[in-house]
Structures are given as structure tokens and as C-alpha cells.
């Protein structure tokens, strides 16, 4: 089965300007997940839908951040305007529910440079 | 809340030695743990899970077993191959975190030949 793809690999702008991230999660999963990889750090969620609804969206800086999956398949994930500090690999993921034991397959991966 | 610490890296080995990353964890529910491996310049992927106390979790040689007693679920291997040069990230997700996953930092492994 194909896993999940995300667009694009890698990505430089300057602070201030936008970006936006696309990720097709793999088909049939309910639940998608975007992930903050910080050089040096494991993943810190920001987001998760289960279809197109938000389940939580707690560490979302929602000043600068925003994300939809509107027909509850694909997703975007937009910062607008970009600061030094959102350098770092996005991450996106899913899984087929969001039970504690669902395993949740991986993106490769948006690599982000604000200069 | 939740929380997951595990040793910091690199850790560098021969071919074939033992392998121990330890990774301890703070829960207040009653977890289910990971092991994720990320390897050069693709996106993570589960090596083993354990979802309840005493399970050993296993997959490609690797083994962790869930320890409530100690809050631990250390990887072991006992013959790593240089094809093991990786991140290996430990993980946790209860209900009371509301089934967000919790991920340690990730230690980095490189197997010399």
C-alpha cells in the first residue's frame, strides 16, 4: 500500500513570508497528525484530526499556524508569517483510529529553513 | 503529565556488540509504549510496541519489555548490524493524555563494520 506522501521535501524562506505543507495520509485512516521535529528533539504534536474534525490542537500556535483537512483525506498545514524558530522538519502521520495501541505511519517529512 | 526520557546519544558500536538504549517514562494512565526508528532520510516507523505490563515487544532482533515496576521499556539487540545505524525514538500514549503520543528526544545509533 502506498504510505503516507508529503509535499514538499524541503522548503527555505525568509522570517515573515508564508509556507504551506501538504500531506495525503495513507487510504482509509481517519486520523491524521502533524508533528513539529525540532533538530535534536523527538516530535511534539501539533495538531490531529479524526476525519475532518480537530482532536486536539493544544501546542498549535494558533497566532501564526493553521491547518484544515477539509474533506477528512488530505491535509495542509500554513504559517503565516514564519519565524527563525519554525525551522525544523514537519512531520506528518497517520493511523487508522487513534487508540492508544494504533500504530501511526509517517511521512518523510517537509524540512523547513526560515532565514 | 506525561513524559518520556530516554539516553542521550550517539551511541557508537562495533558490528555485532550488544545494544541497551534505556528509556524511562512518567505516566499517569496506564500507557502503551513504542519504539520508532527513523532511518537516514526517510520518516519514522514503529519497531515494536507493548500495550500492558510484562508484554515484550519484539521485531527485527529487537526486543523491549514494558517494566511498571521500574517505569522503563529499554531496546535491546544482541547482534546490531551496521544496517541498525539509525534514530530510535521511545513513545508513549494513554487515555489520559487523551491518546496524544508522547515521544522521547531519540538516540542516535551508528554501527561501525
Known amino acids: 500500500e502506498a504510505g503516507v506522501a508529503q509535499s514538499p521535501r524541503y522548503k527555505i524562506i525568509e522570517k515573515r513570508q508564508s509556507v504551506a505543507f501538504w500531506c495525503n495520509p495513507i487510504?482509509?485512516?481517519?486520523?491524521l497528525y502533524w508533528y513539529q521535529q525540532i533538530l535534536g528533539q523527538g516530535p511534539k504534536l501539533l495538531i490531529q484530526?479524526?476525519?475532518?474534525?480537530?482532536?486536539?490542537d493544544s501546542q498549535l500556535p494558533k497566532d501564526r499556524f493553521s491547518a484544515e483537512r477539509l474533506k477528512g483525506v488530505d491535509s495542509t498545514l500554513k504559517i503565516q508569517p514564519a519565524k527563525l524558530e519554525d525551522s525544523a522538519v514537519y512531520l506528518c502521520a497517520s493511523s487508522f483510529t487513534s487508540g492508544r495501541r494504533d500504530e501511526q505511519f509517517f511521512g518523510p517529512g517537509t524540512r523547513l529553513t526560515v532565514l | 503529565g506525561n513524559s518520556v526520557t530516554q539516553m542521550e546519544g550517539p551511541v557508537t558500536l562495533s558490528e555485532e556488540a550488544f545494544l541497551t538504549i534505556n528509556c524511562t517514562y512518567t505516566a499517569t494512565g496506564y500507557p502503551s509504549l513504542f519504539w520508532y526508528v527513523q532511518y537516514p532520510g526517510e520518516g519514522l516507523q514503529l519497531l515494536l510496541k507493548a500495550t500492558k505490563a510484562d508484554d515484550k515487544g519484539s521485531n527485527k532482533g529487537f526486543e523491549a519489555t514494558y517494566r511498571k515496576e521500574t517505569t522503563s521499556f529499554h531496546l535491546e539487540k544482541g547482534s546490531v548490524q551496521v544496517s541498525d545505524s539509525a534514530v530510535y525514538f521511545c513513545a508513549l500514549s494513554d487515555e489520559t493524555g487523551g491518546f496524544k503520543t508522547i515521544f522521547g528526544a531519540g538516540t542516535r545509533l551508528f554501527v561501525k563494520a
Open positions: 484530526f479524526q476525519n475532518n474534525g480537530v482532536v486536539d
Open positions: 487510504s482509509g485512516h481517519a486520523t
